[in-house]
């Protein structure tokens, strides 16, 4: 391979993906560069301007452009970061989450309609080729916040959801059979009856493969949903999955219109315990059980999303 193999193979997809012309490419007025900010932002409730350079590798002159275009259309609020006063914090707005929401769908119908002229028969070649160029290239540097993508499940989705939370609740917690069955029925009730203007689930994937999950479910009690199944694989700890995931199901209730966000855990989920606490959750009541093999102390956390903001 040589230089100019990459520079043709780069000019090819470039206008494959319509880059060059972005904005009428998905029918909106940003460039790739001002949609790659926008999906970063809606994908990271706190989010820094410098965290936003450092990872889109953005000159810093021309970041502050494009945030200034986007608060002077009503898309971001920046304030000064509540760890660093000297590091400003940008958050979107409703404005701003509708937007990022629009501009995602579109991108996604543009990518399907080129998905659908690939055979499926050639897609799982597709996905390998696309999957080696960027482990290629990558040249051996872990993993980084900005490669995982939080998408809606696709088929087979539901079904890793199951495996992976009693594999993993096995092994690192010693659950039995039961939990397996408790998750089977909470993934089944969900695929055969479910609002999708109330209830979602999420999946994290990196590398094209799923490495974590969260659902948002409507709970008994009006007005209020409640978040289940948070998990992320132990190889991709350490990216910031849990919160994102946390986040996206704070966000899509808030924006649905419920008021209170409910959730059920036990006490020995530390980190999935202070990923509740850092986005507002407070303790509601606990109770001693015998479950899934195990004695353990279930706790109840609840989060008013009108008294909060992300």
Known sequence: MTVQDIRAFNRFYTNVIGALDYSRHLYAPYTLTESRVLYELAHSPRTDAADLRAELSLDAGYLSRILNKFEEGGLIERAASEHDPRRRRVSLTARGRETAALLAERADESVGALLSTVPSADRPRLTEAMLTVRTLLSDGR??????????????GDLGWIVQRNAALYAVEYGFNADYEGLV??????FAEDHDPYLERVWIAELDGRPVGCVMCVRDDAPGTARLRLLLVEPEARGLGIGDRLVGAVIEFARGVGYRELVLWTNDVLTAARHIYQRHGFVLSAQKAHRSFG???????WRLDLHGTSE
């Open 184 to 189: 089977a029925r909470i993934v089944a009730d």
């Open 294 to 300: 195990q004695d353990l102390n279930g706790q109840d």
């Open 142 to 155: 872990p993993p980084r916040r900005q490669d995982v993508l939080l998408r809606e499940p696709g088929p």
